[in-house]
């Protein structure tokens, strides 16, 4: 081969067509020549986003950043994805700007969406989550530091110091106050022990309490008891309940006078019969209305109730022939 202008242009063109072809497969892939369907996604922001940056599903890579454009105050985001890559991707996808660290490229993260939902076509626009300004989170961390710096520097020796210097000084003032406080702490403490070994001995009402076999047996004696009498109880409301339902059904001398029509309607009669003698008894009518209302019949009662009074009062100086006859001769 002649080493000619020609050769060496030739050689320079190849060169730059291969360097051509490896940045673009490190800045924007070799993806974008490849087939692929266009997906898009509309954020508010996409922080530092840029063309070319890797499309991602459960971090694998599926695709590439193929534009970015500003639209009614929002940041459109068209992606190129492999075909195959594009049929996982549902209508509620949702698309999320990452970052792989805090000094890494961004991405763009794809969730797979829901089985149920239909395949994302090219005029499918993803929802989207925003994610946390990484220059905002920076900002935040540095405020807390300095904050903690400013904490920092205000414990210096002097001031720790001045802090302790009168809690020191209350202590030693108080010196004497604290320590009758301590001894009587002490004795506290000493006088709980012997109350509380007192106790563990079966001592004072307390001990008696706990350990006195004798209130025991009482307290059980008294459960025995009251779960006898609510066990008769029980038995009497439930003969109570018998007791009412044989009267309801008629059963028996009360349930009959409560359930039995034909004593109903006798004692009715019966009651309508006594209301008519009393009322000829108050008629007068009758033997007993004569007697209760004949005023004839009441004063010659009173008449002979009189007579014998009379004849009574001739008795005592008399014997008992002539009391006898007296007593026939006042009457008739």
């Known amino acids: 081969?002649?080493?000619?202008?020609?050769?060496?242009?030739?050689?320079?063109?190849?060169?730059?067509?291969?360097?051509?072809?490896?940045?673009?497969e490190v800045i924007s892939g070799i993806e974008m020549f490849k087939p692929g369907e266009n997906l898009k996604a509309l954020f508010n922001s996409v922080q530092e986003l840029k063309i070319g940056?890797?499309?991602?599903?459960?971090?694998?890579?599926?695709?590439r950043v193929k534009s970015i454009q500003l639209t009614n105050n929002r940041v459109m985001v068209t992606m190129r994805l492999r075909k195959a890559d594009a049929a996982r991707v549902k209508t509620d996808s949702r698309a999320t700007v990452k970052f792989t660290g805090l000094m890494g490229q961004n991405f763009v993260s794809i969730s797979f969406g829901s089985p149920a939902a239909g395949p994302a076509t090219p005029e499918t626009i993803l929802e989207t989550d925003e994610q946390a300004d990484l220059s905002a989170?920076?900002?935040?961390?540095?405020?807390?530091?300095?904050?903690v710096q400013?904490?920092?520097?205000?414990?210096?020796?002097?001031?720790?110091?001045?802090?302790?210097?009168p809690l020191t000084d209350l202590i030693q003032a108080n010196k004497d106050p604290l320590t009758v406080t301590i001894s009587n702490l002490t004795l506290t403490s000493s006088n709980l022990q012997v109350i509380a070994d007192q106790i563990s001995q079966g001592k004072g009402t307390v001990g008696r309490l706990i350990y006195d076999d004798t209130l025991y047996n009482s307290a059980v004696s008294t459960i025995t008891n009251l779960q006898d009498t609510s066990s008769e109880i029980k038995l009497a409301i439930t003969d109570a309940r018998k007791i009412i339902a044989q009267v309801n059904s008629g059963q028996g001398t009360l349930?009959?006078?409560?359930?039995?029509?034909?004593?109903y309607r006798e004692t009715t009669e019966s009651m309508a019969t006594l209301n008519e003698i009393l009322q000829k008894i108050n008629q007068g009518q009758g033997t007993v209305g004569k007697l209760i209302n004949d005023q004839e019949f009441y004063k010659n009662a009173r008449m002979t109730l009189q007579k014998l009074d009379q004849a009574t009062e001739g008795l005592e100086d008399q014997g008992p022939l002539s009391v006898l006859g007296t007593v026939v001769g006042k009457l008739f």
Not at 11 to 20: E, K, N, T
């Open 1 to 24: 081969m002649k080493n000619t202008l020609e050769t060496r242009l030739g050689i320079f063109v190849a060169l730059a067509v291969i360097a051509a072809v490896l940045i673009l």
């Open 53 to 63: 940056d890797r499309v991602k599903m459960a971090g694998v890579e599926v695709g």
């Open 137 to 147: 989170m920076m900002q935040k961390i540095d405020k807390v530091a300095d904050g």
């Open 150 to 165: 400013n904490i920092t520097k205000s414990f210096t020796g002097f001031k720790i110091d001045t802090l302790l210097g």
């Open 255 to 263: 349930g009959k006078l409560l359930t039995d029509e034909t004593l």
